[in-house]
């Protein structure tokens, strides 16, 4: 089925209040936030908002699915690939993503963000790294996989946050090496 290009005034519009949004959840949480307070921050009417969006959650949402389906483009690399030469080109194209979409990306890690978006997040994430811890004929359990799991994934999840919260002054490929050594090393680089 093919779907239908979006017109270039309805990607503006969705891209101003997407901004207002970001600029809102930076001072309050998503329960919070009216969709009056929201139009008017975007200068926009009401009726308009409710063309796309049915509430300020659902908004949220469909921001955040078209985040992981980008994301999902970038954790679906080949699978004949060594899991060693996987995890570098897979930061760095992590890390672009993360750079190209800072603001929302800080919202959606602080405080203020959707605790749904991380758990989604984790498990896309999990999902992938057991399918190739799996396919790489490992030695250990699926119990020693969620212990190492938790163990990368909460040290990049800080890694990332530190990074987003400083305006990510270091550039995606330099984030992705010292991650990706960090991975390997066991935290020690």
């Known amino acids: 089925m093919e779907t239908k290009k979006e017109d270039r005034r309805v990607r503006r519009t969705k891209k101003l209040l997407t901004q207002a949004l970001t600029q809102l959840l930076q001072q309050k949480q998503v329960n919070e936030i009216t969709v009056k307070e929201l139009t008017d921050l975007a200068d926009m009417n009401r009726g308009t908002f409710y063309l796309y969006y049915k509430d300020i ?106 990074w987003v919260n400083r305006g990510c002054p270091e550039a995606a490929e330099e984030m992705a090496e010292l991650t990706s050594r960090m991975i390997l090393s066991g935290g020690l680089s």
């Open 57 to 162: 959650f659902d908004m949220l949402e469909k921001i955040e699915d078209e985040l992981f389906e980008n994301l999902n483009g970038i954790i679906a690399l080949p699978e004949n690939t060594e899991v060693s030469e996987q995890a570098r080109p897979i930061l760095r194209d992590l890390f672009t993503f993360i750079e190209d979409n800072q603001e929302m990306c800080r919202v959606l890690l602080s405080p203020n963000g959707d605790m749904n978006f991380l758990h989604r997040l984790n498990e896309v994430m999990r999902e992938r790294c057991l399918h190739l811890y799996k396919s790489a004929e490992p030695k250990g359990s699926v119990d020693e996989f969620d212990y190492h799991y938790s163990f990368i994934v909460f040290g990049c999840a800080g890694i990332i946050r530190s």
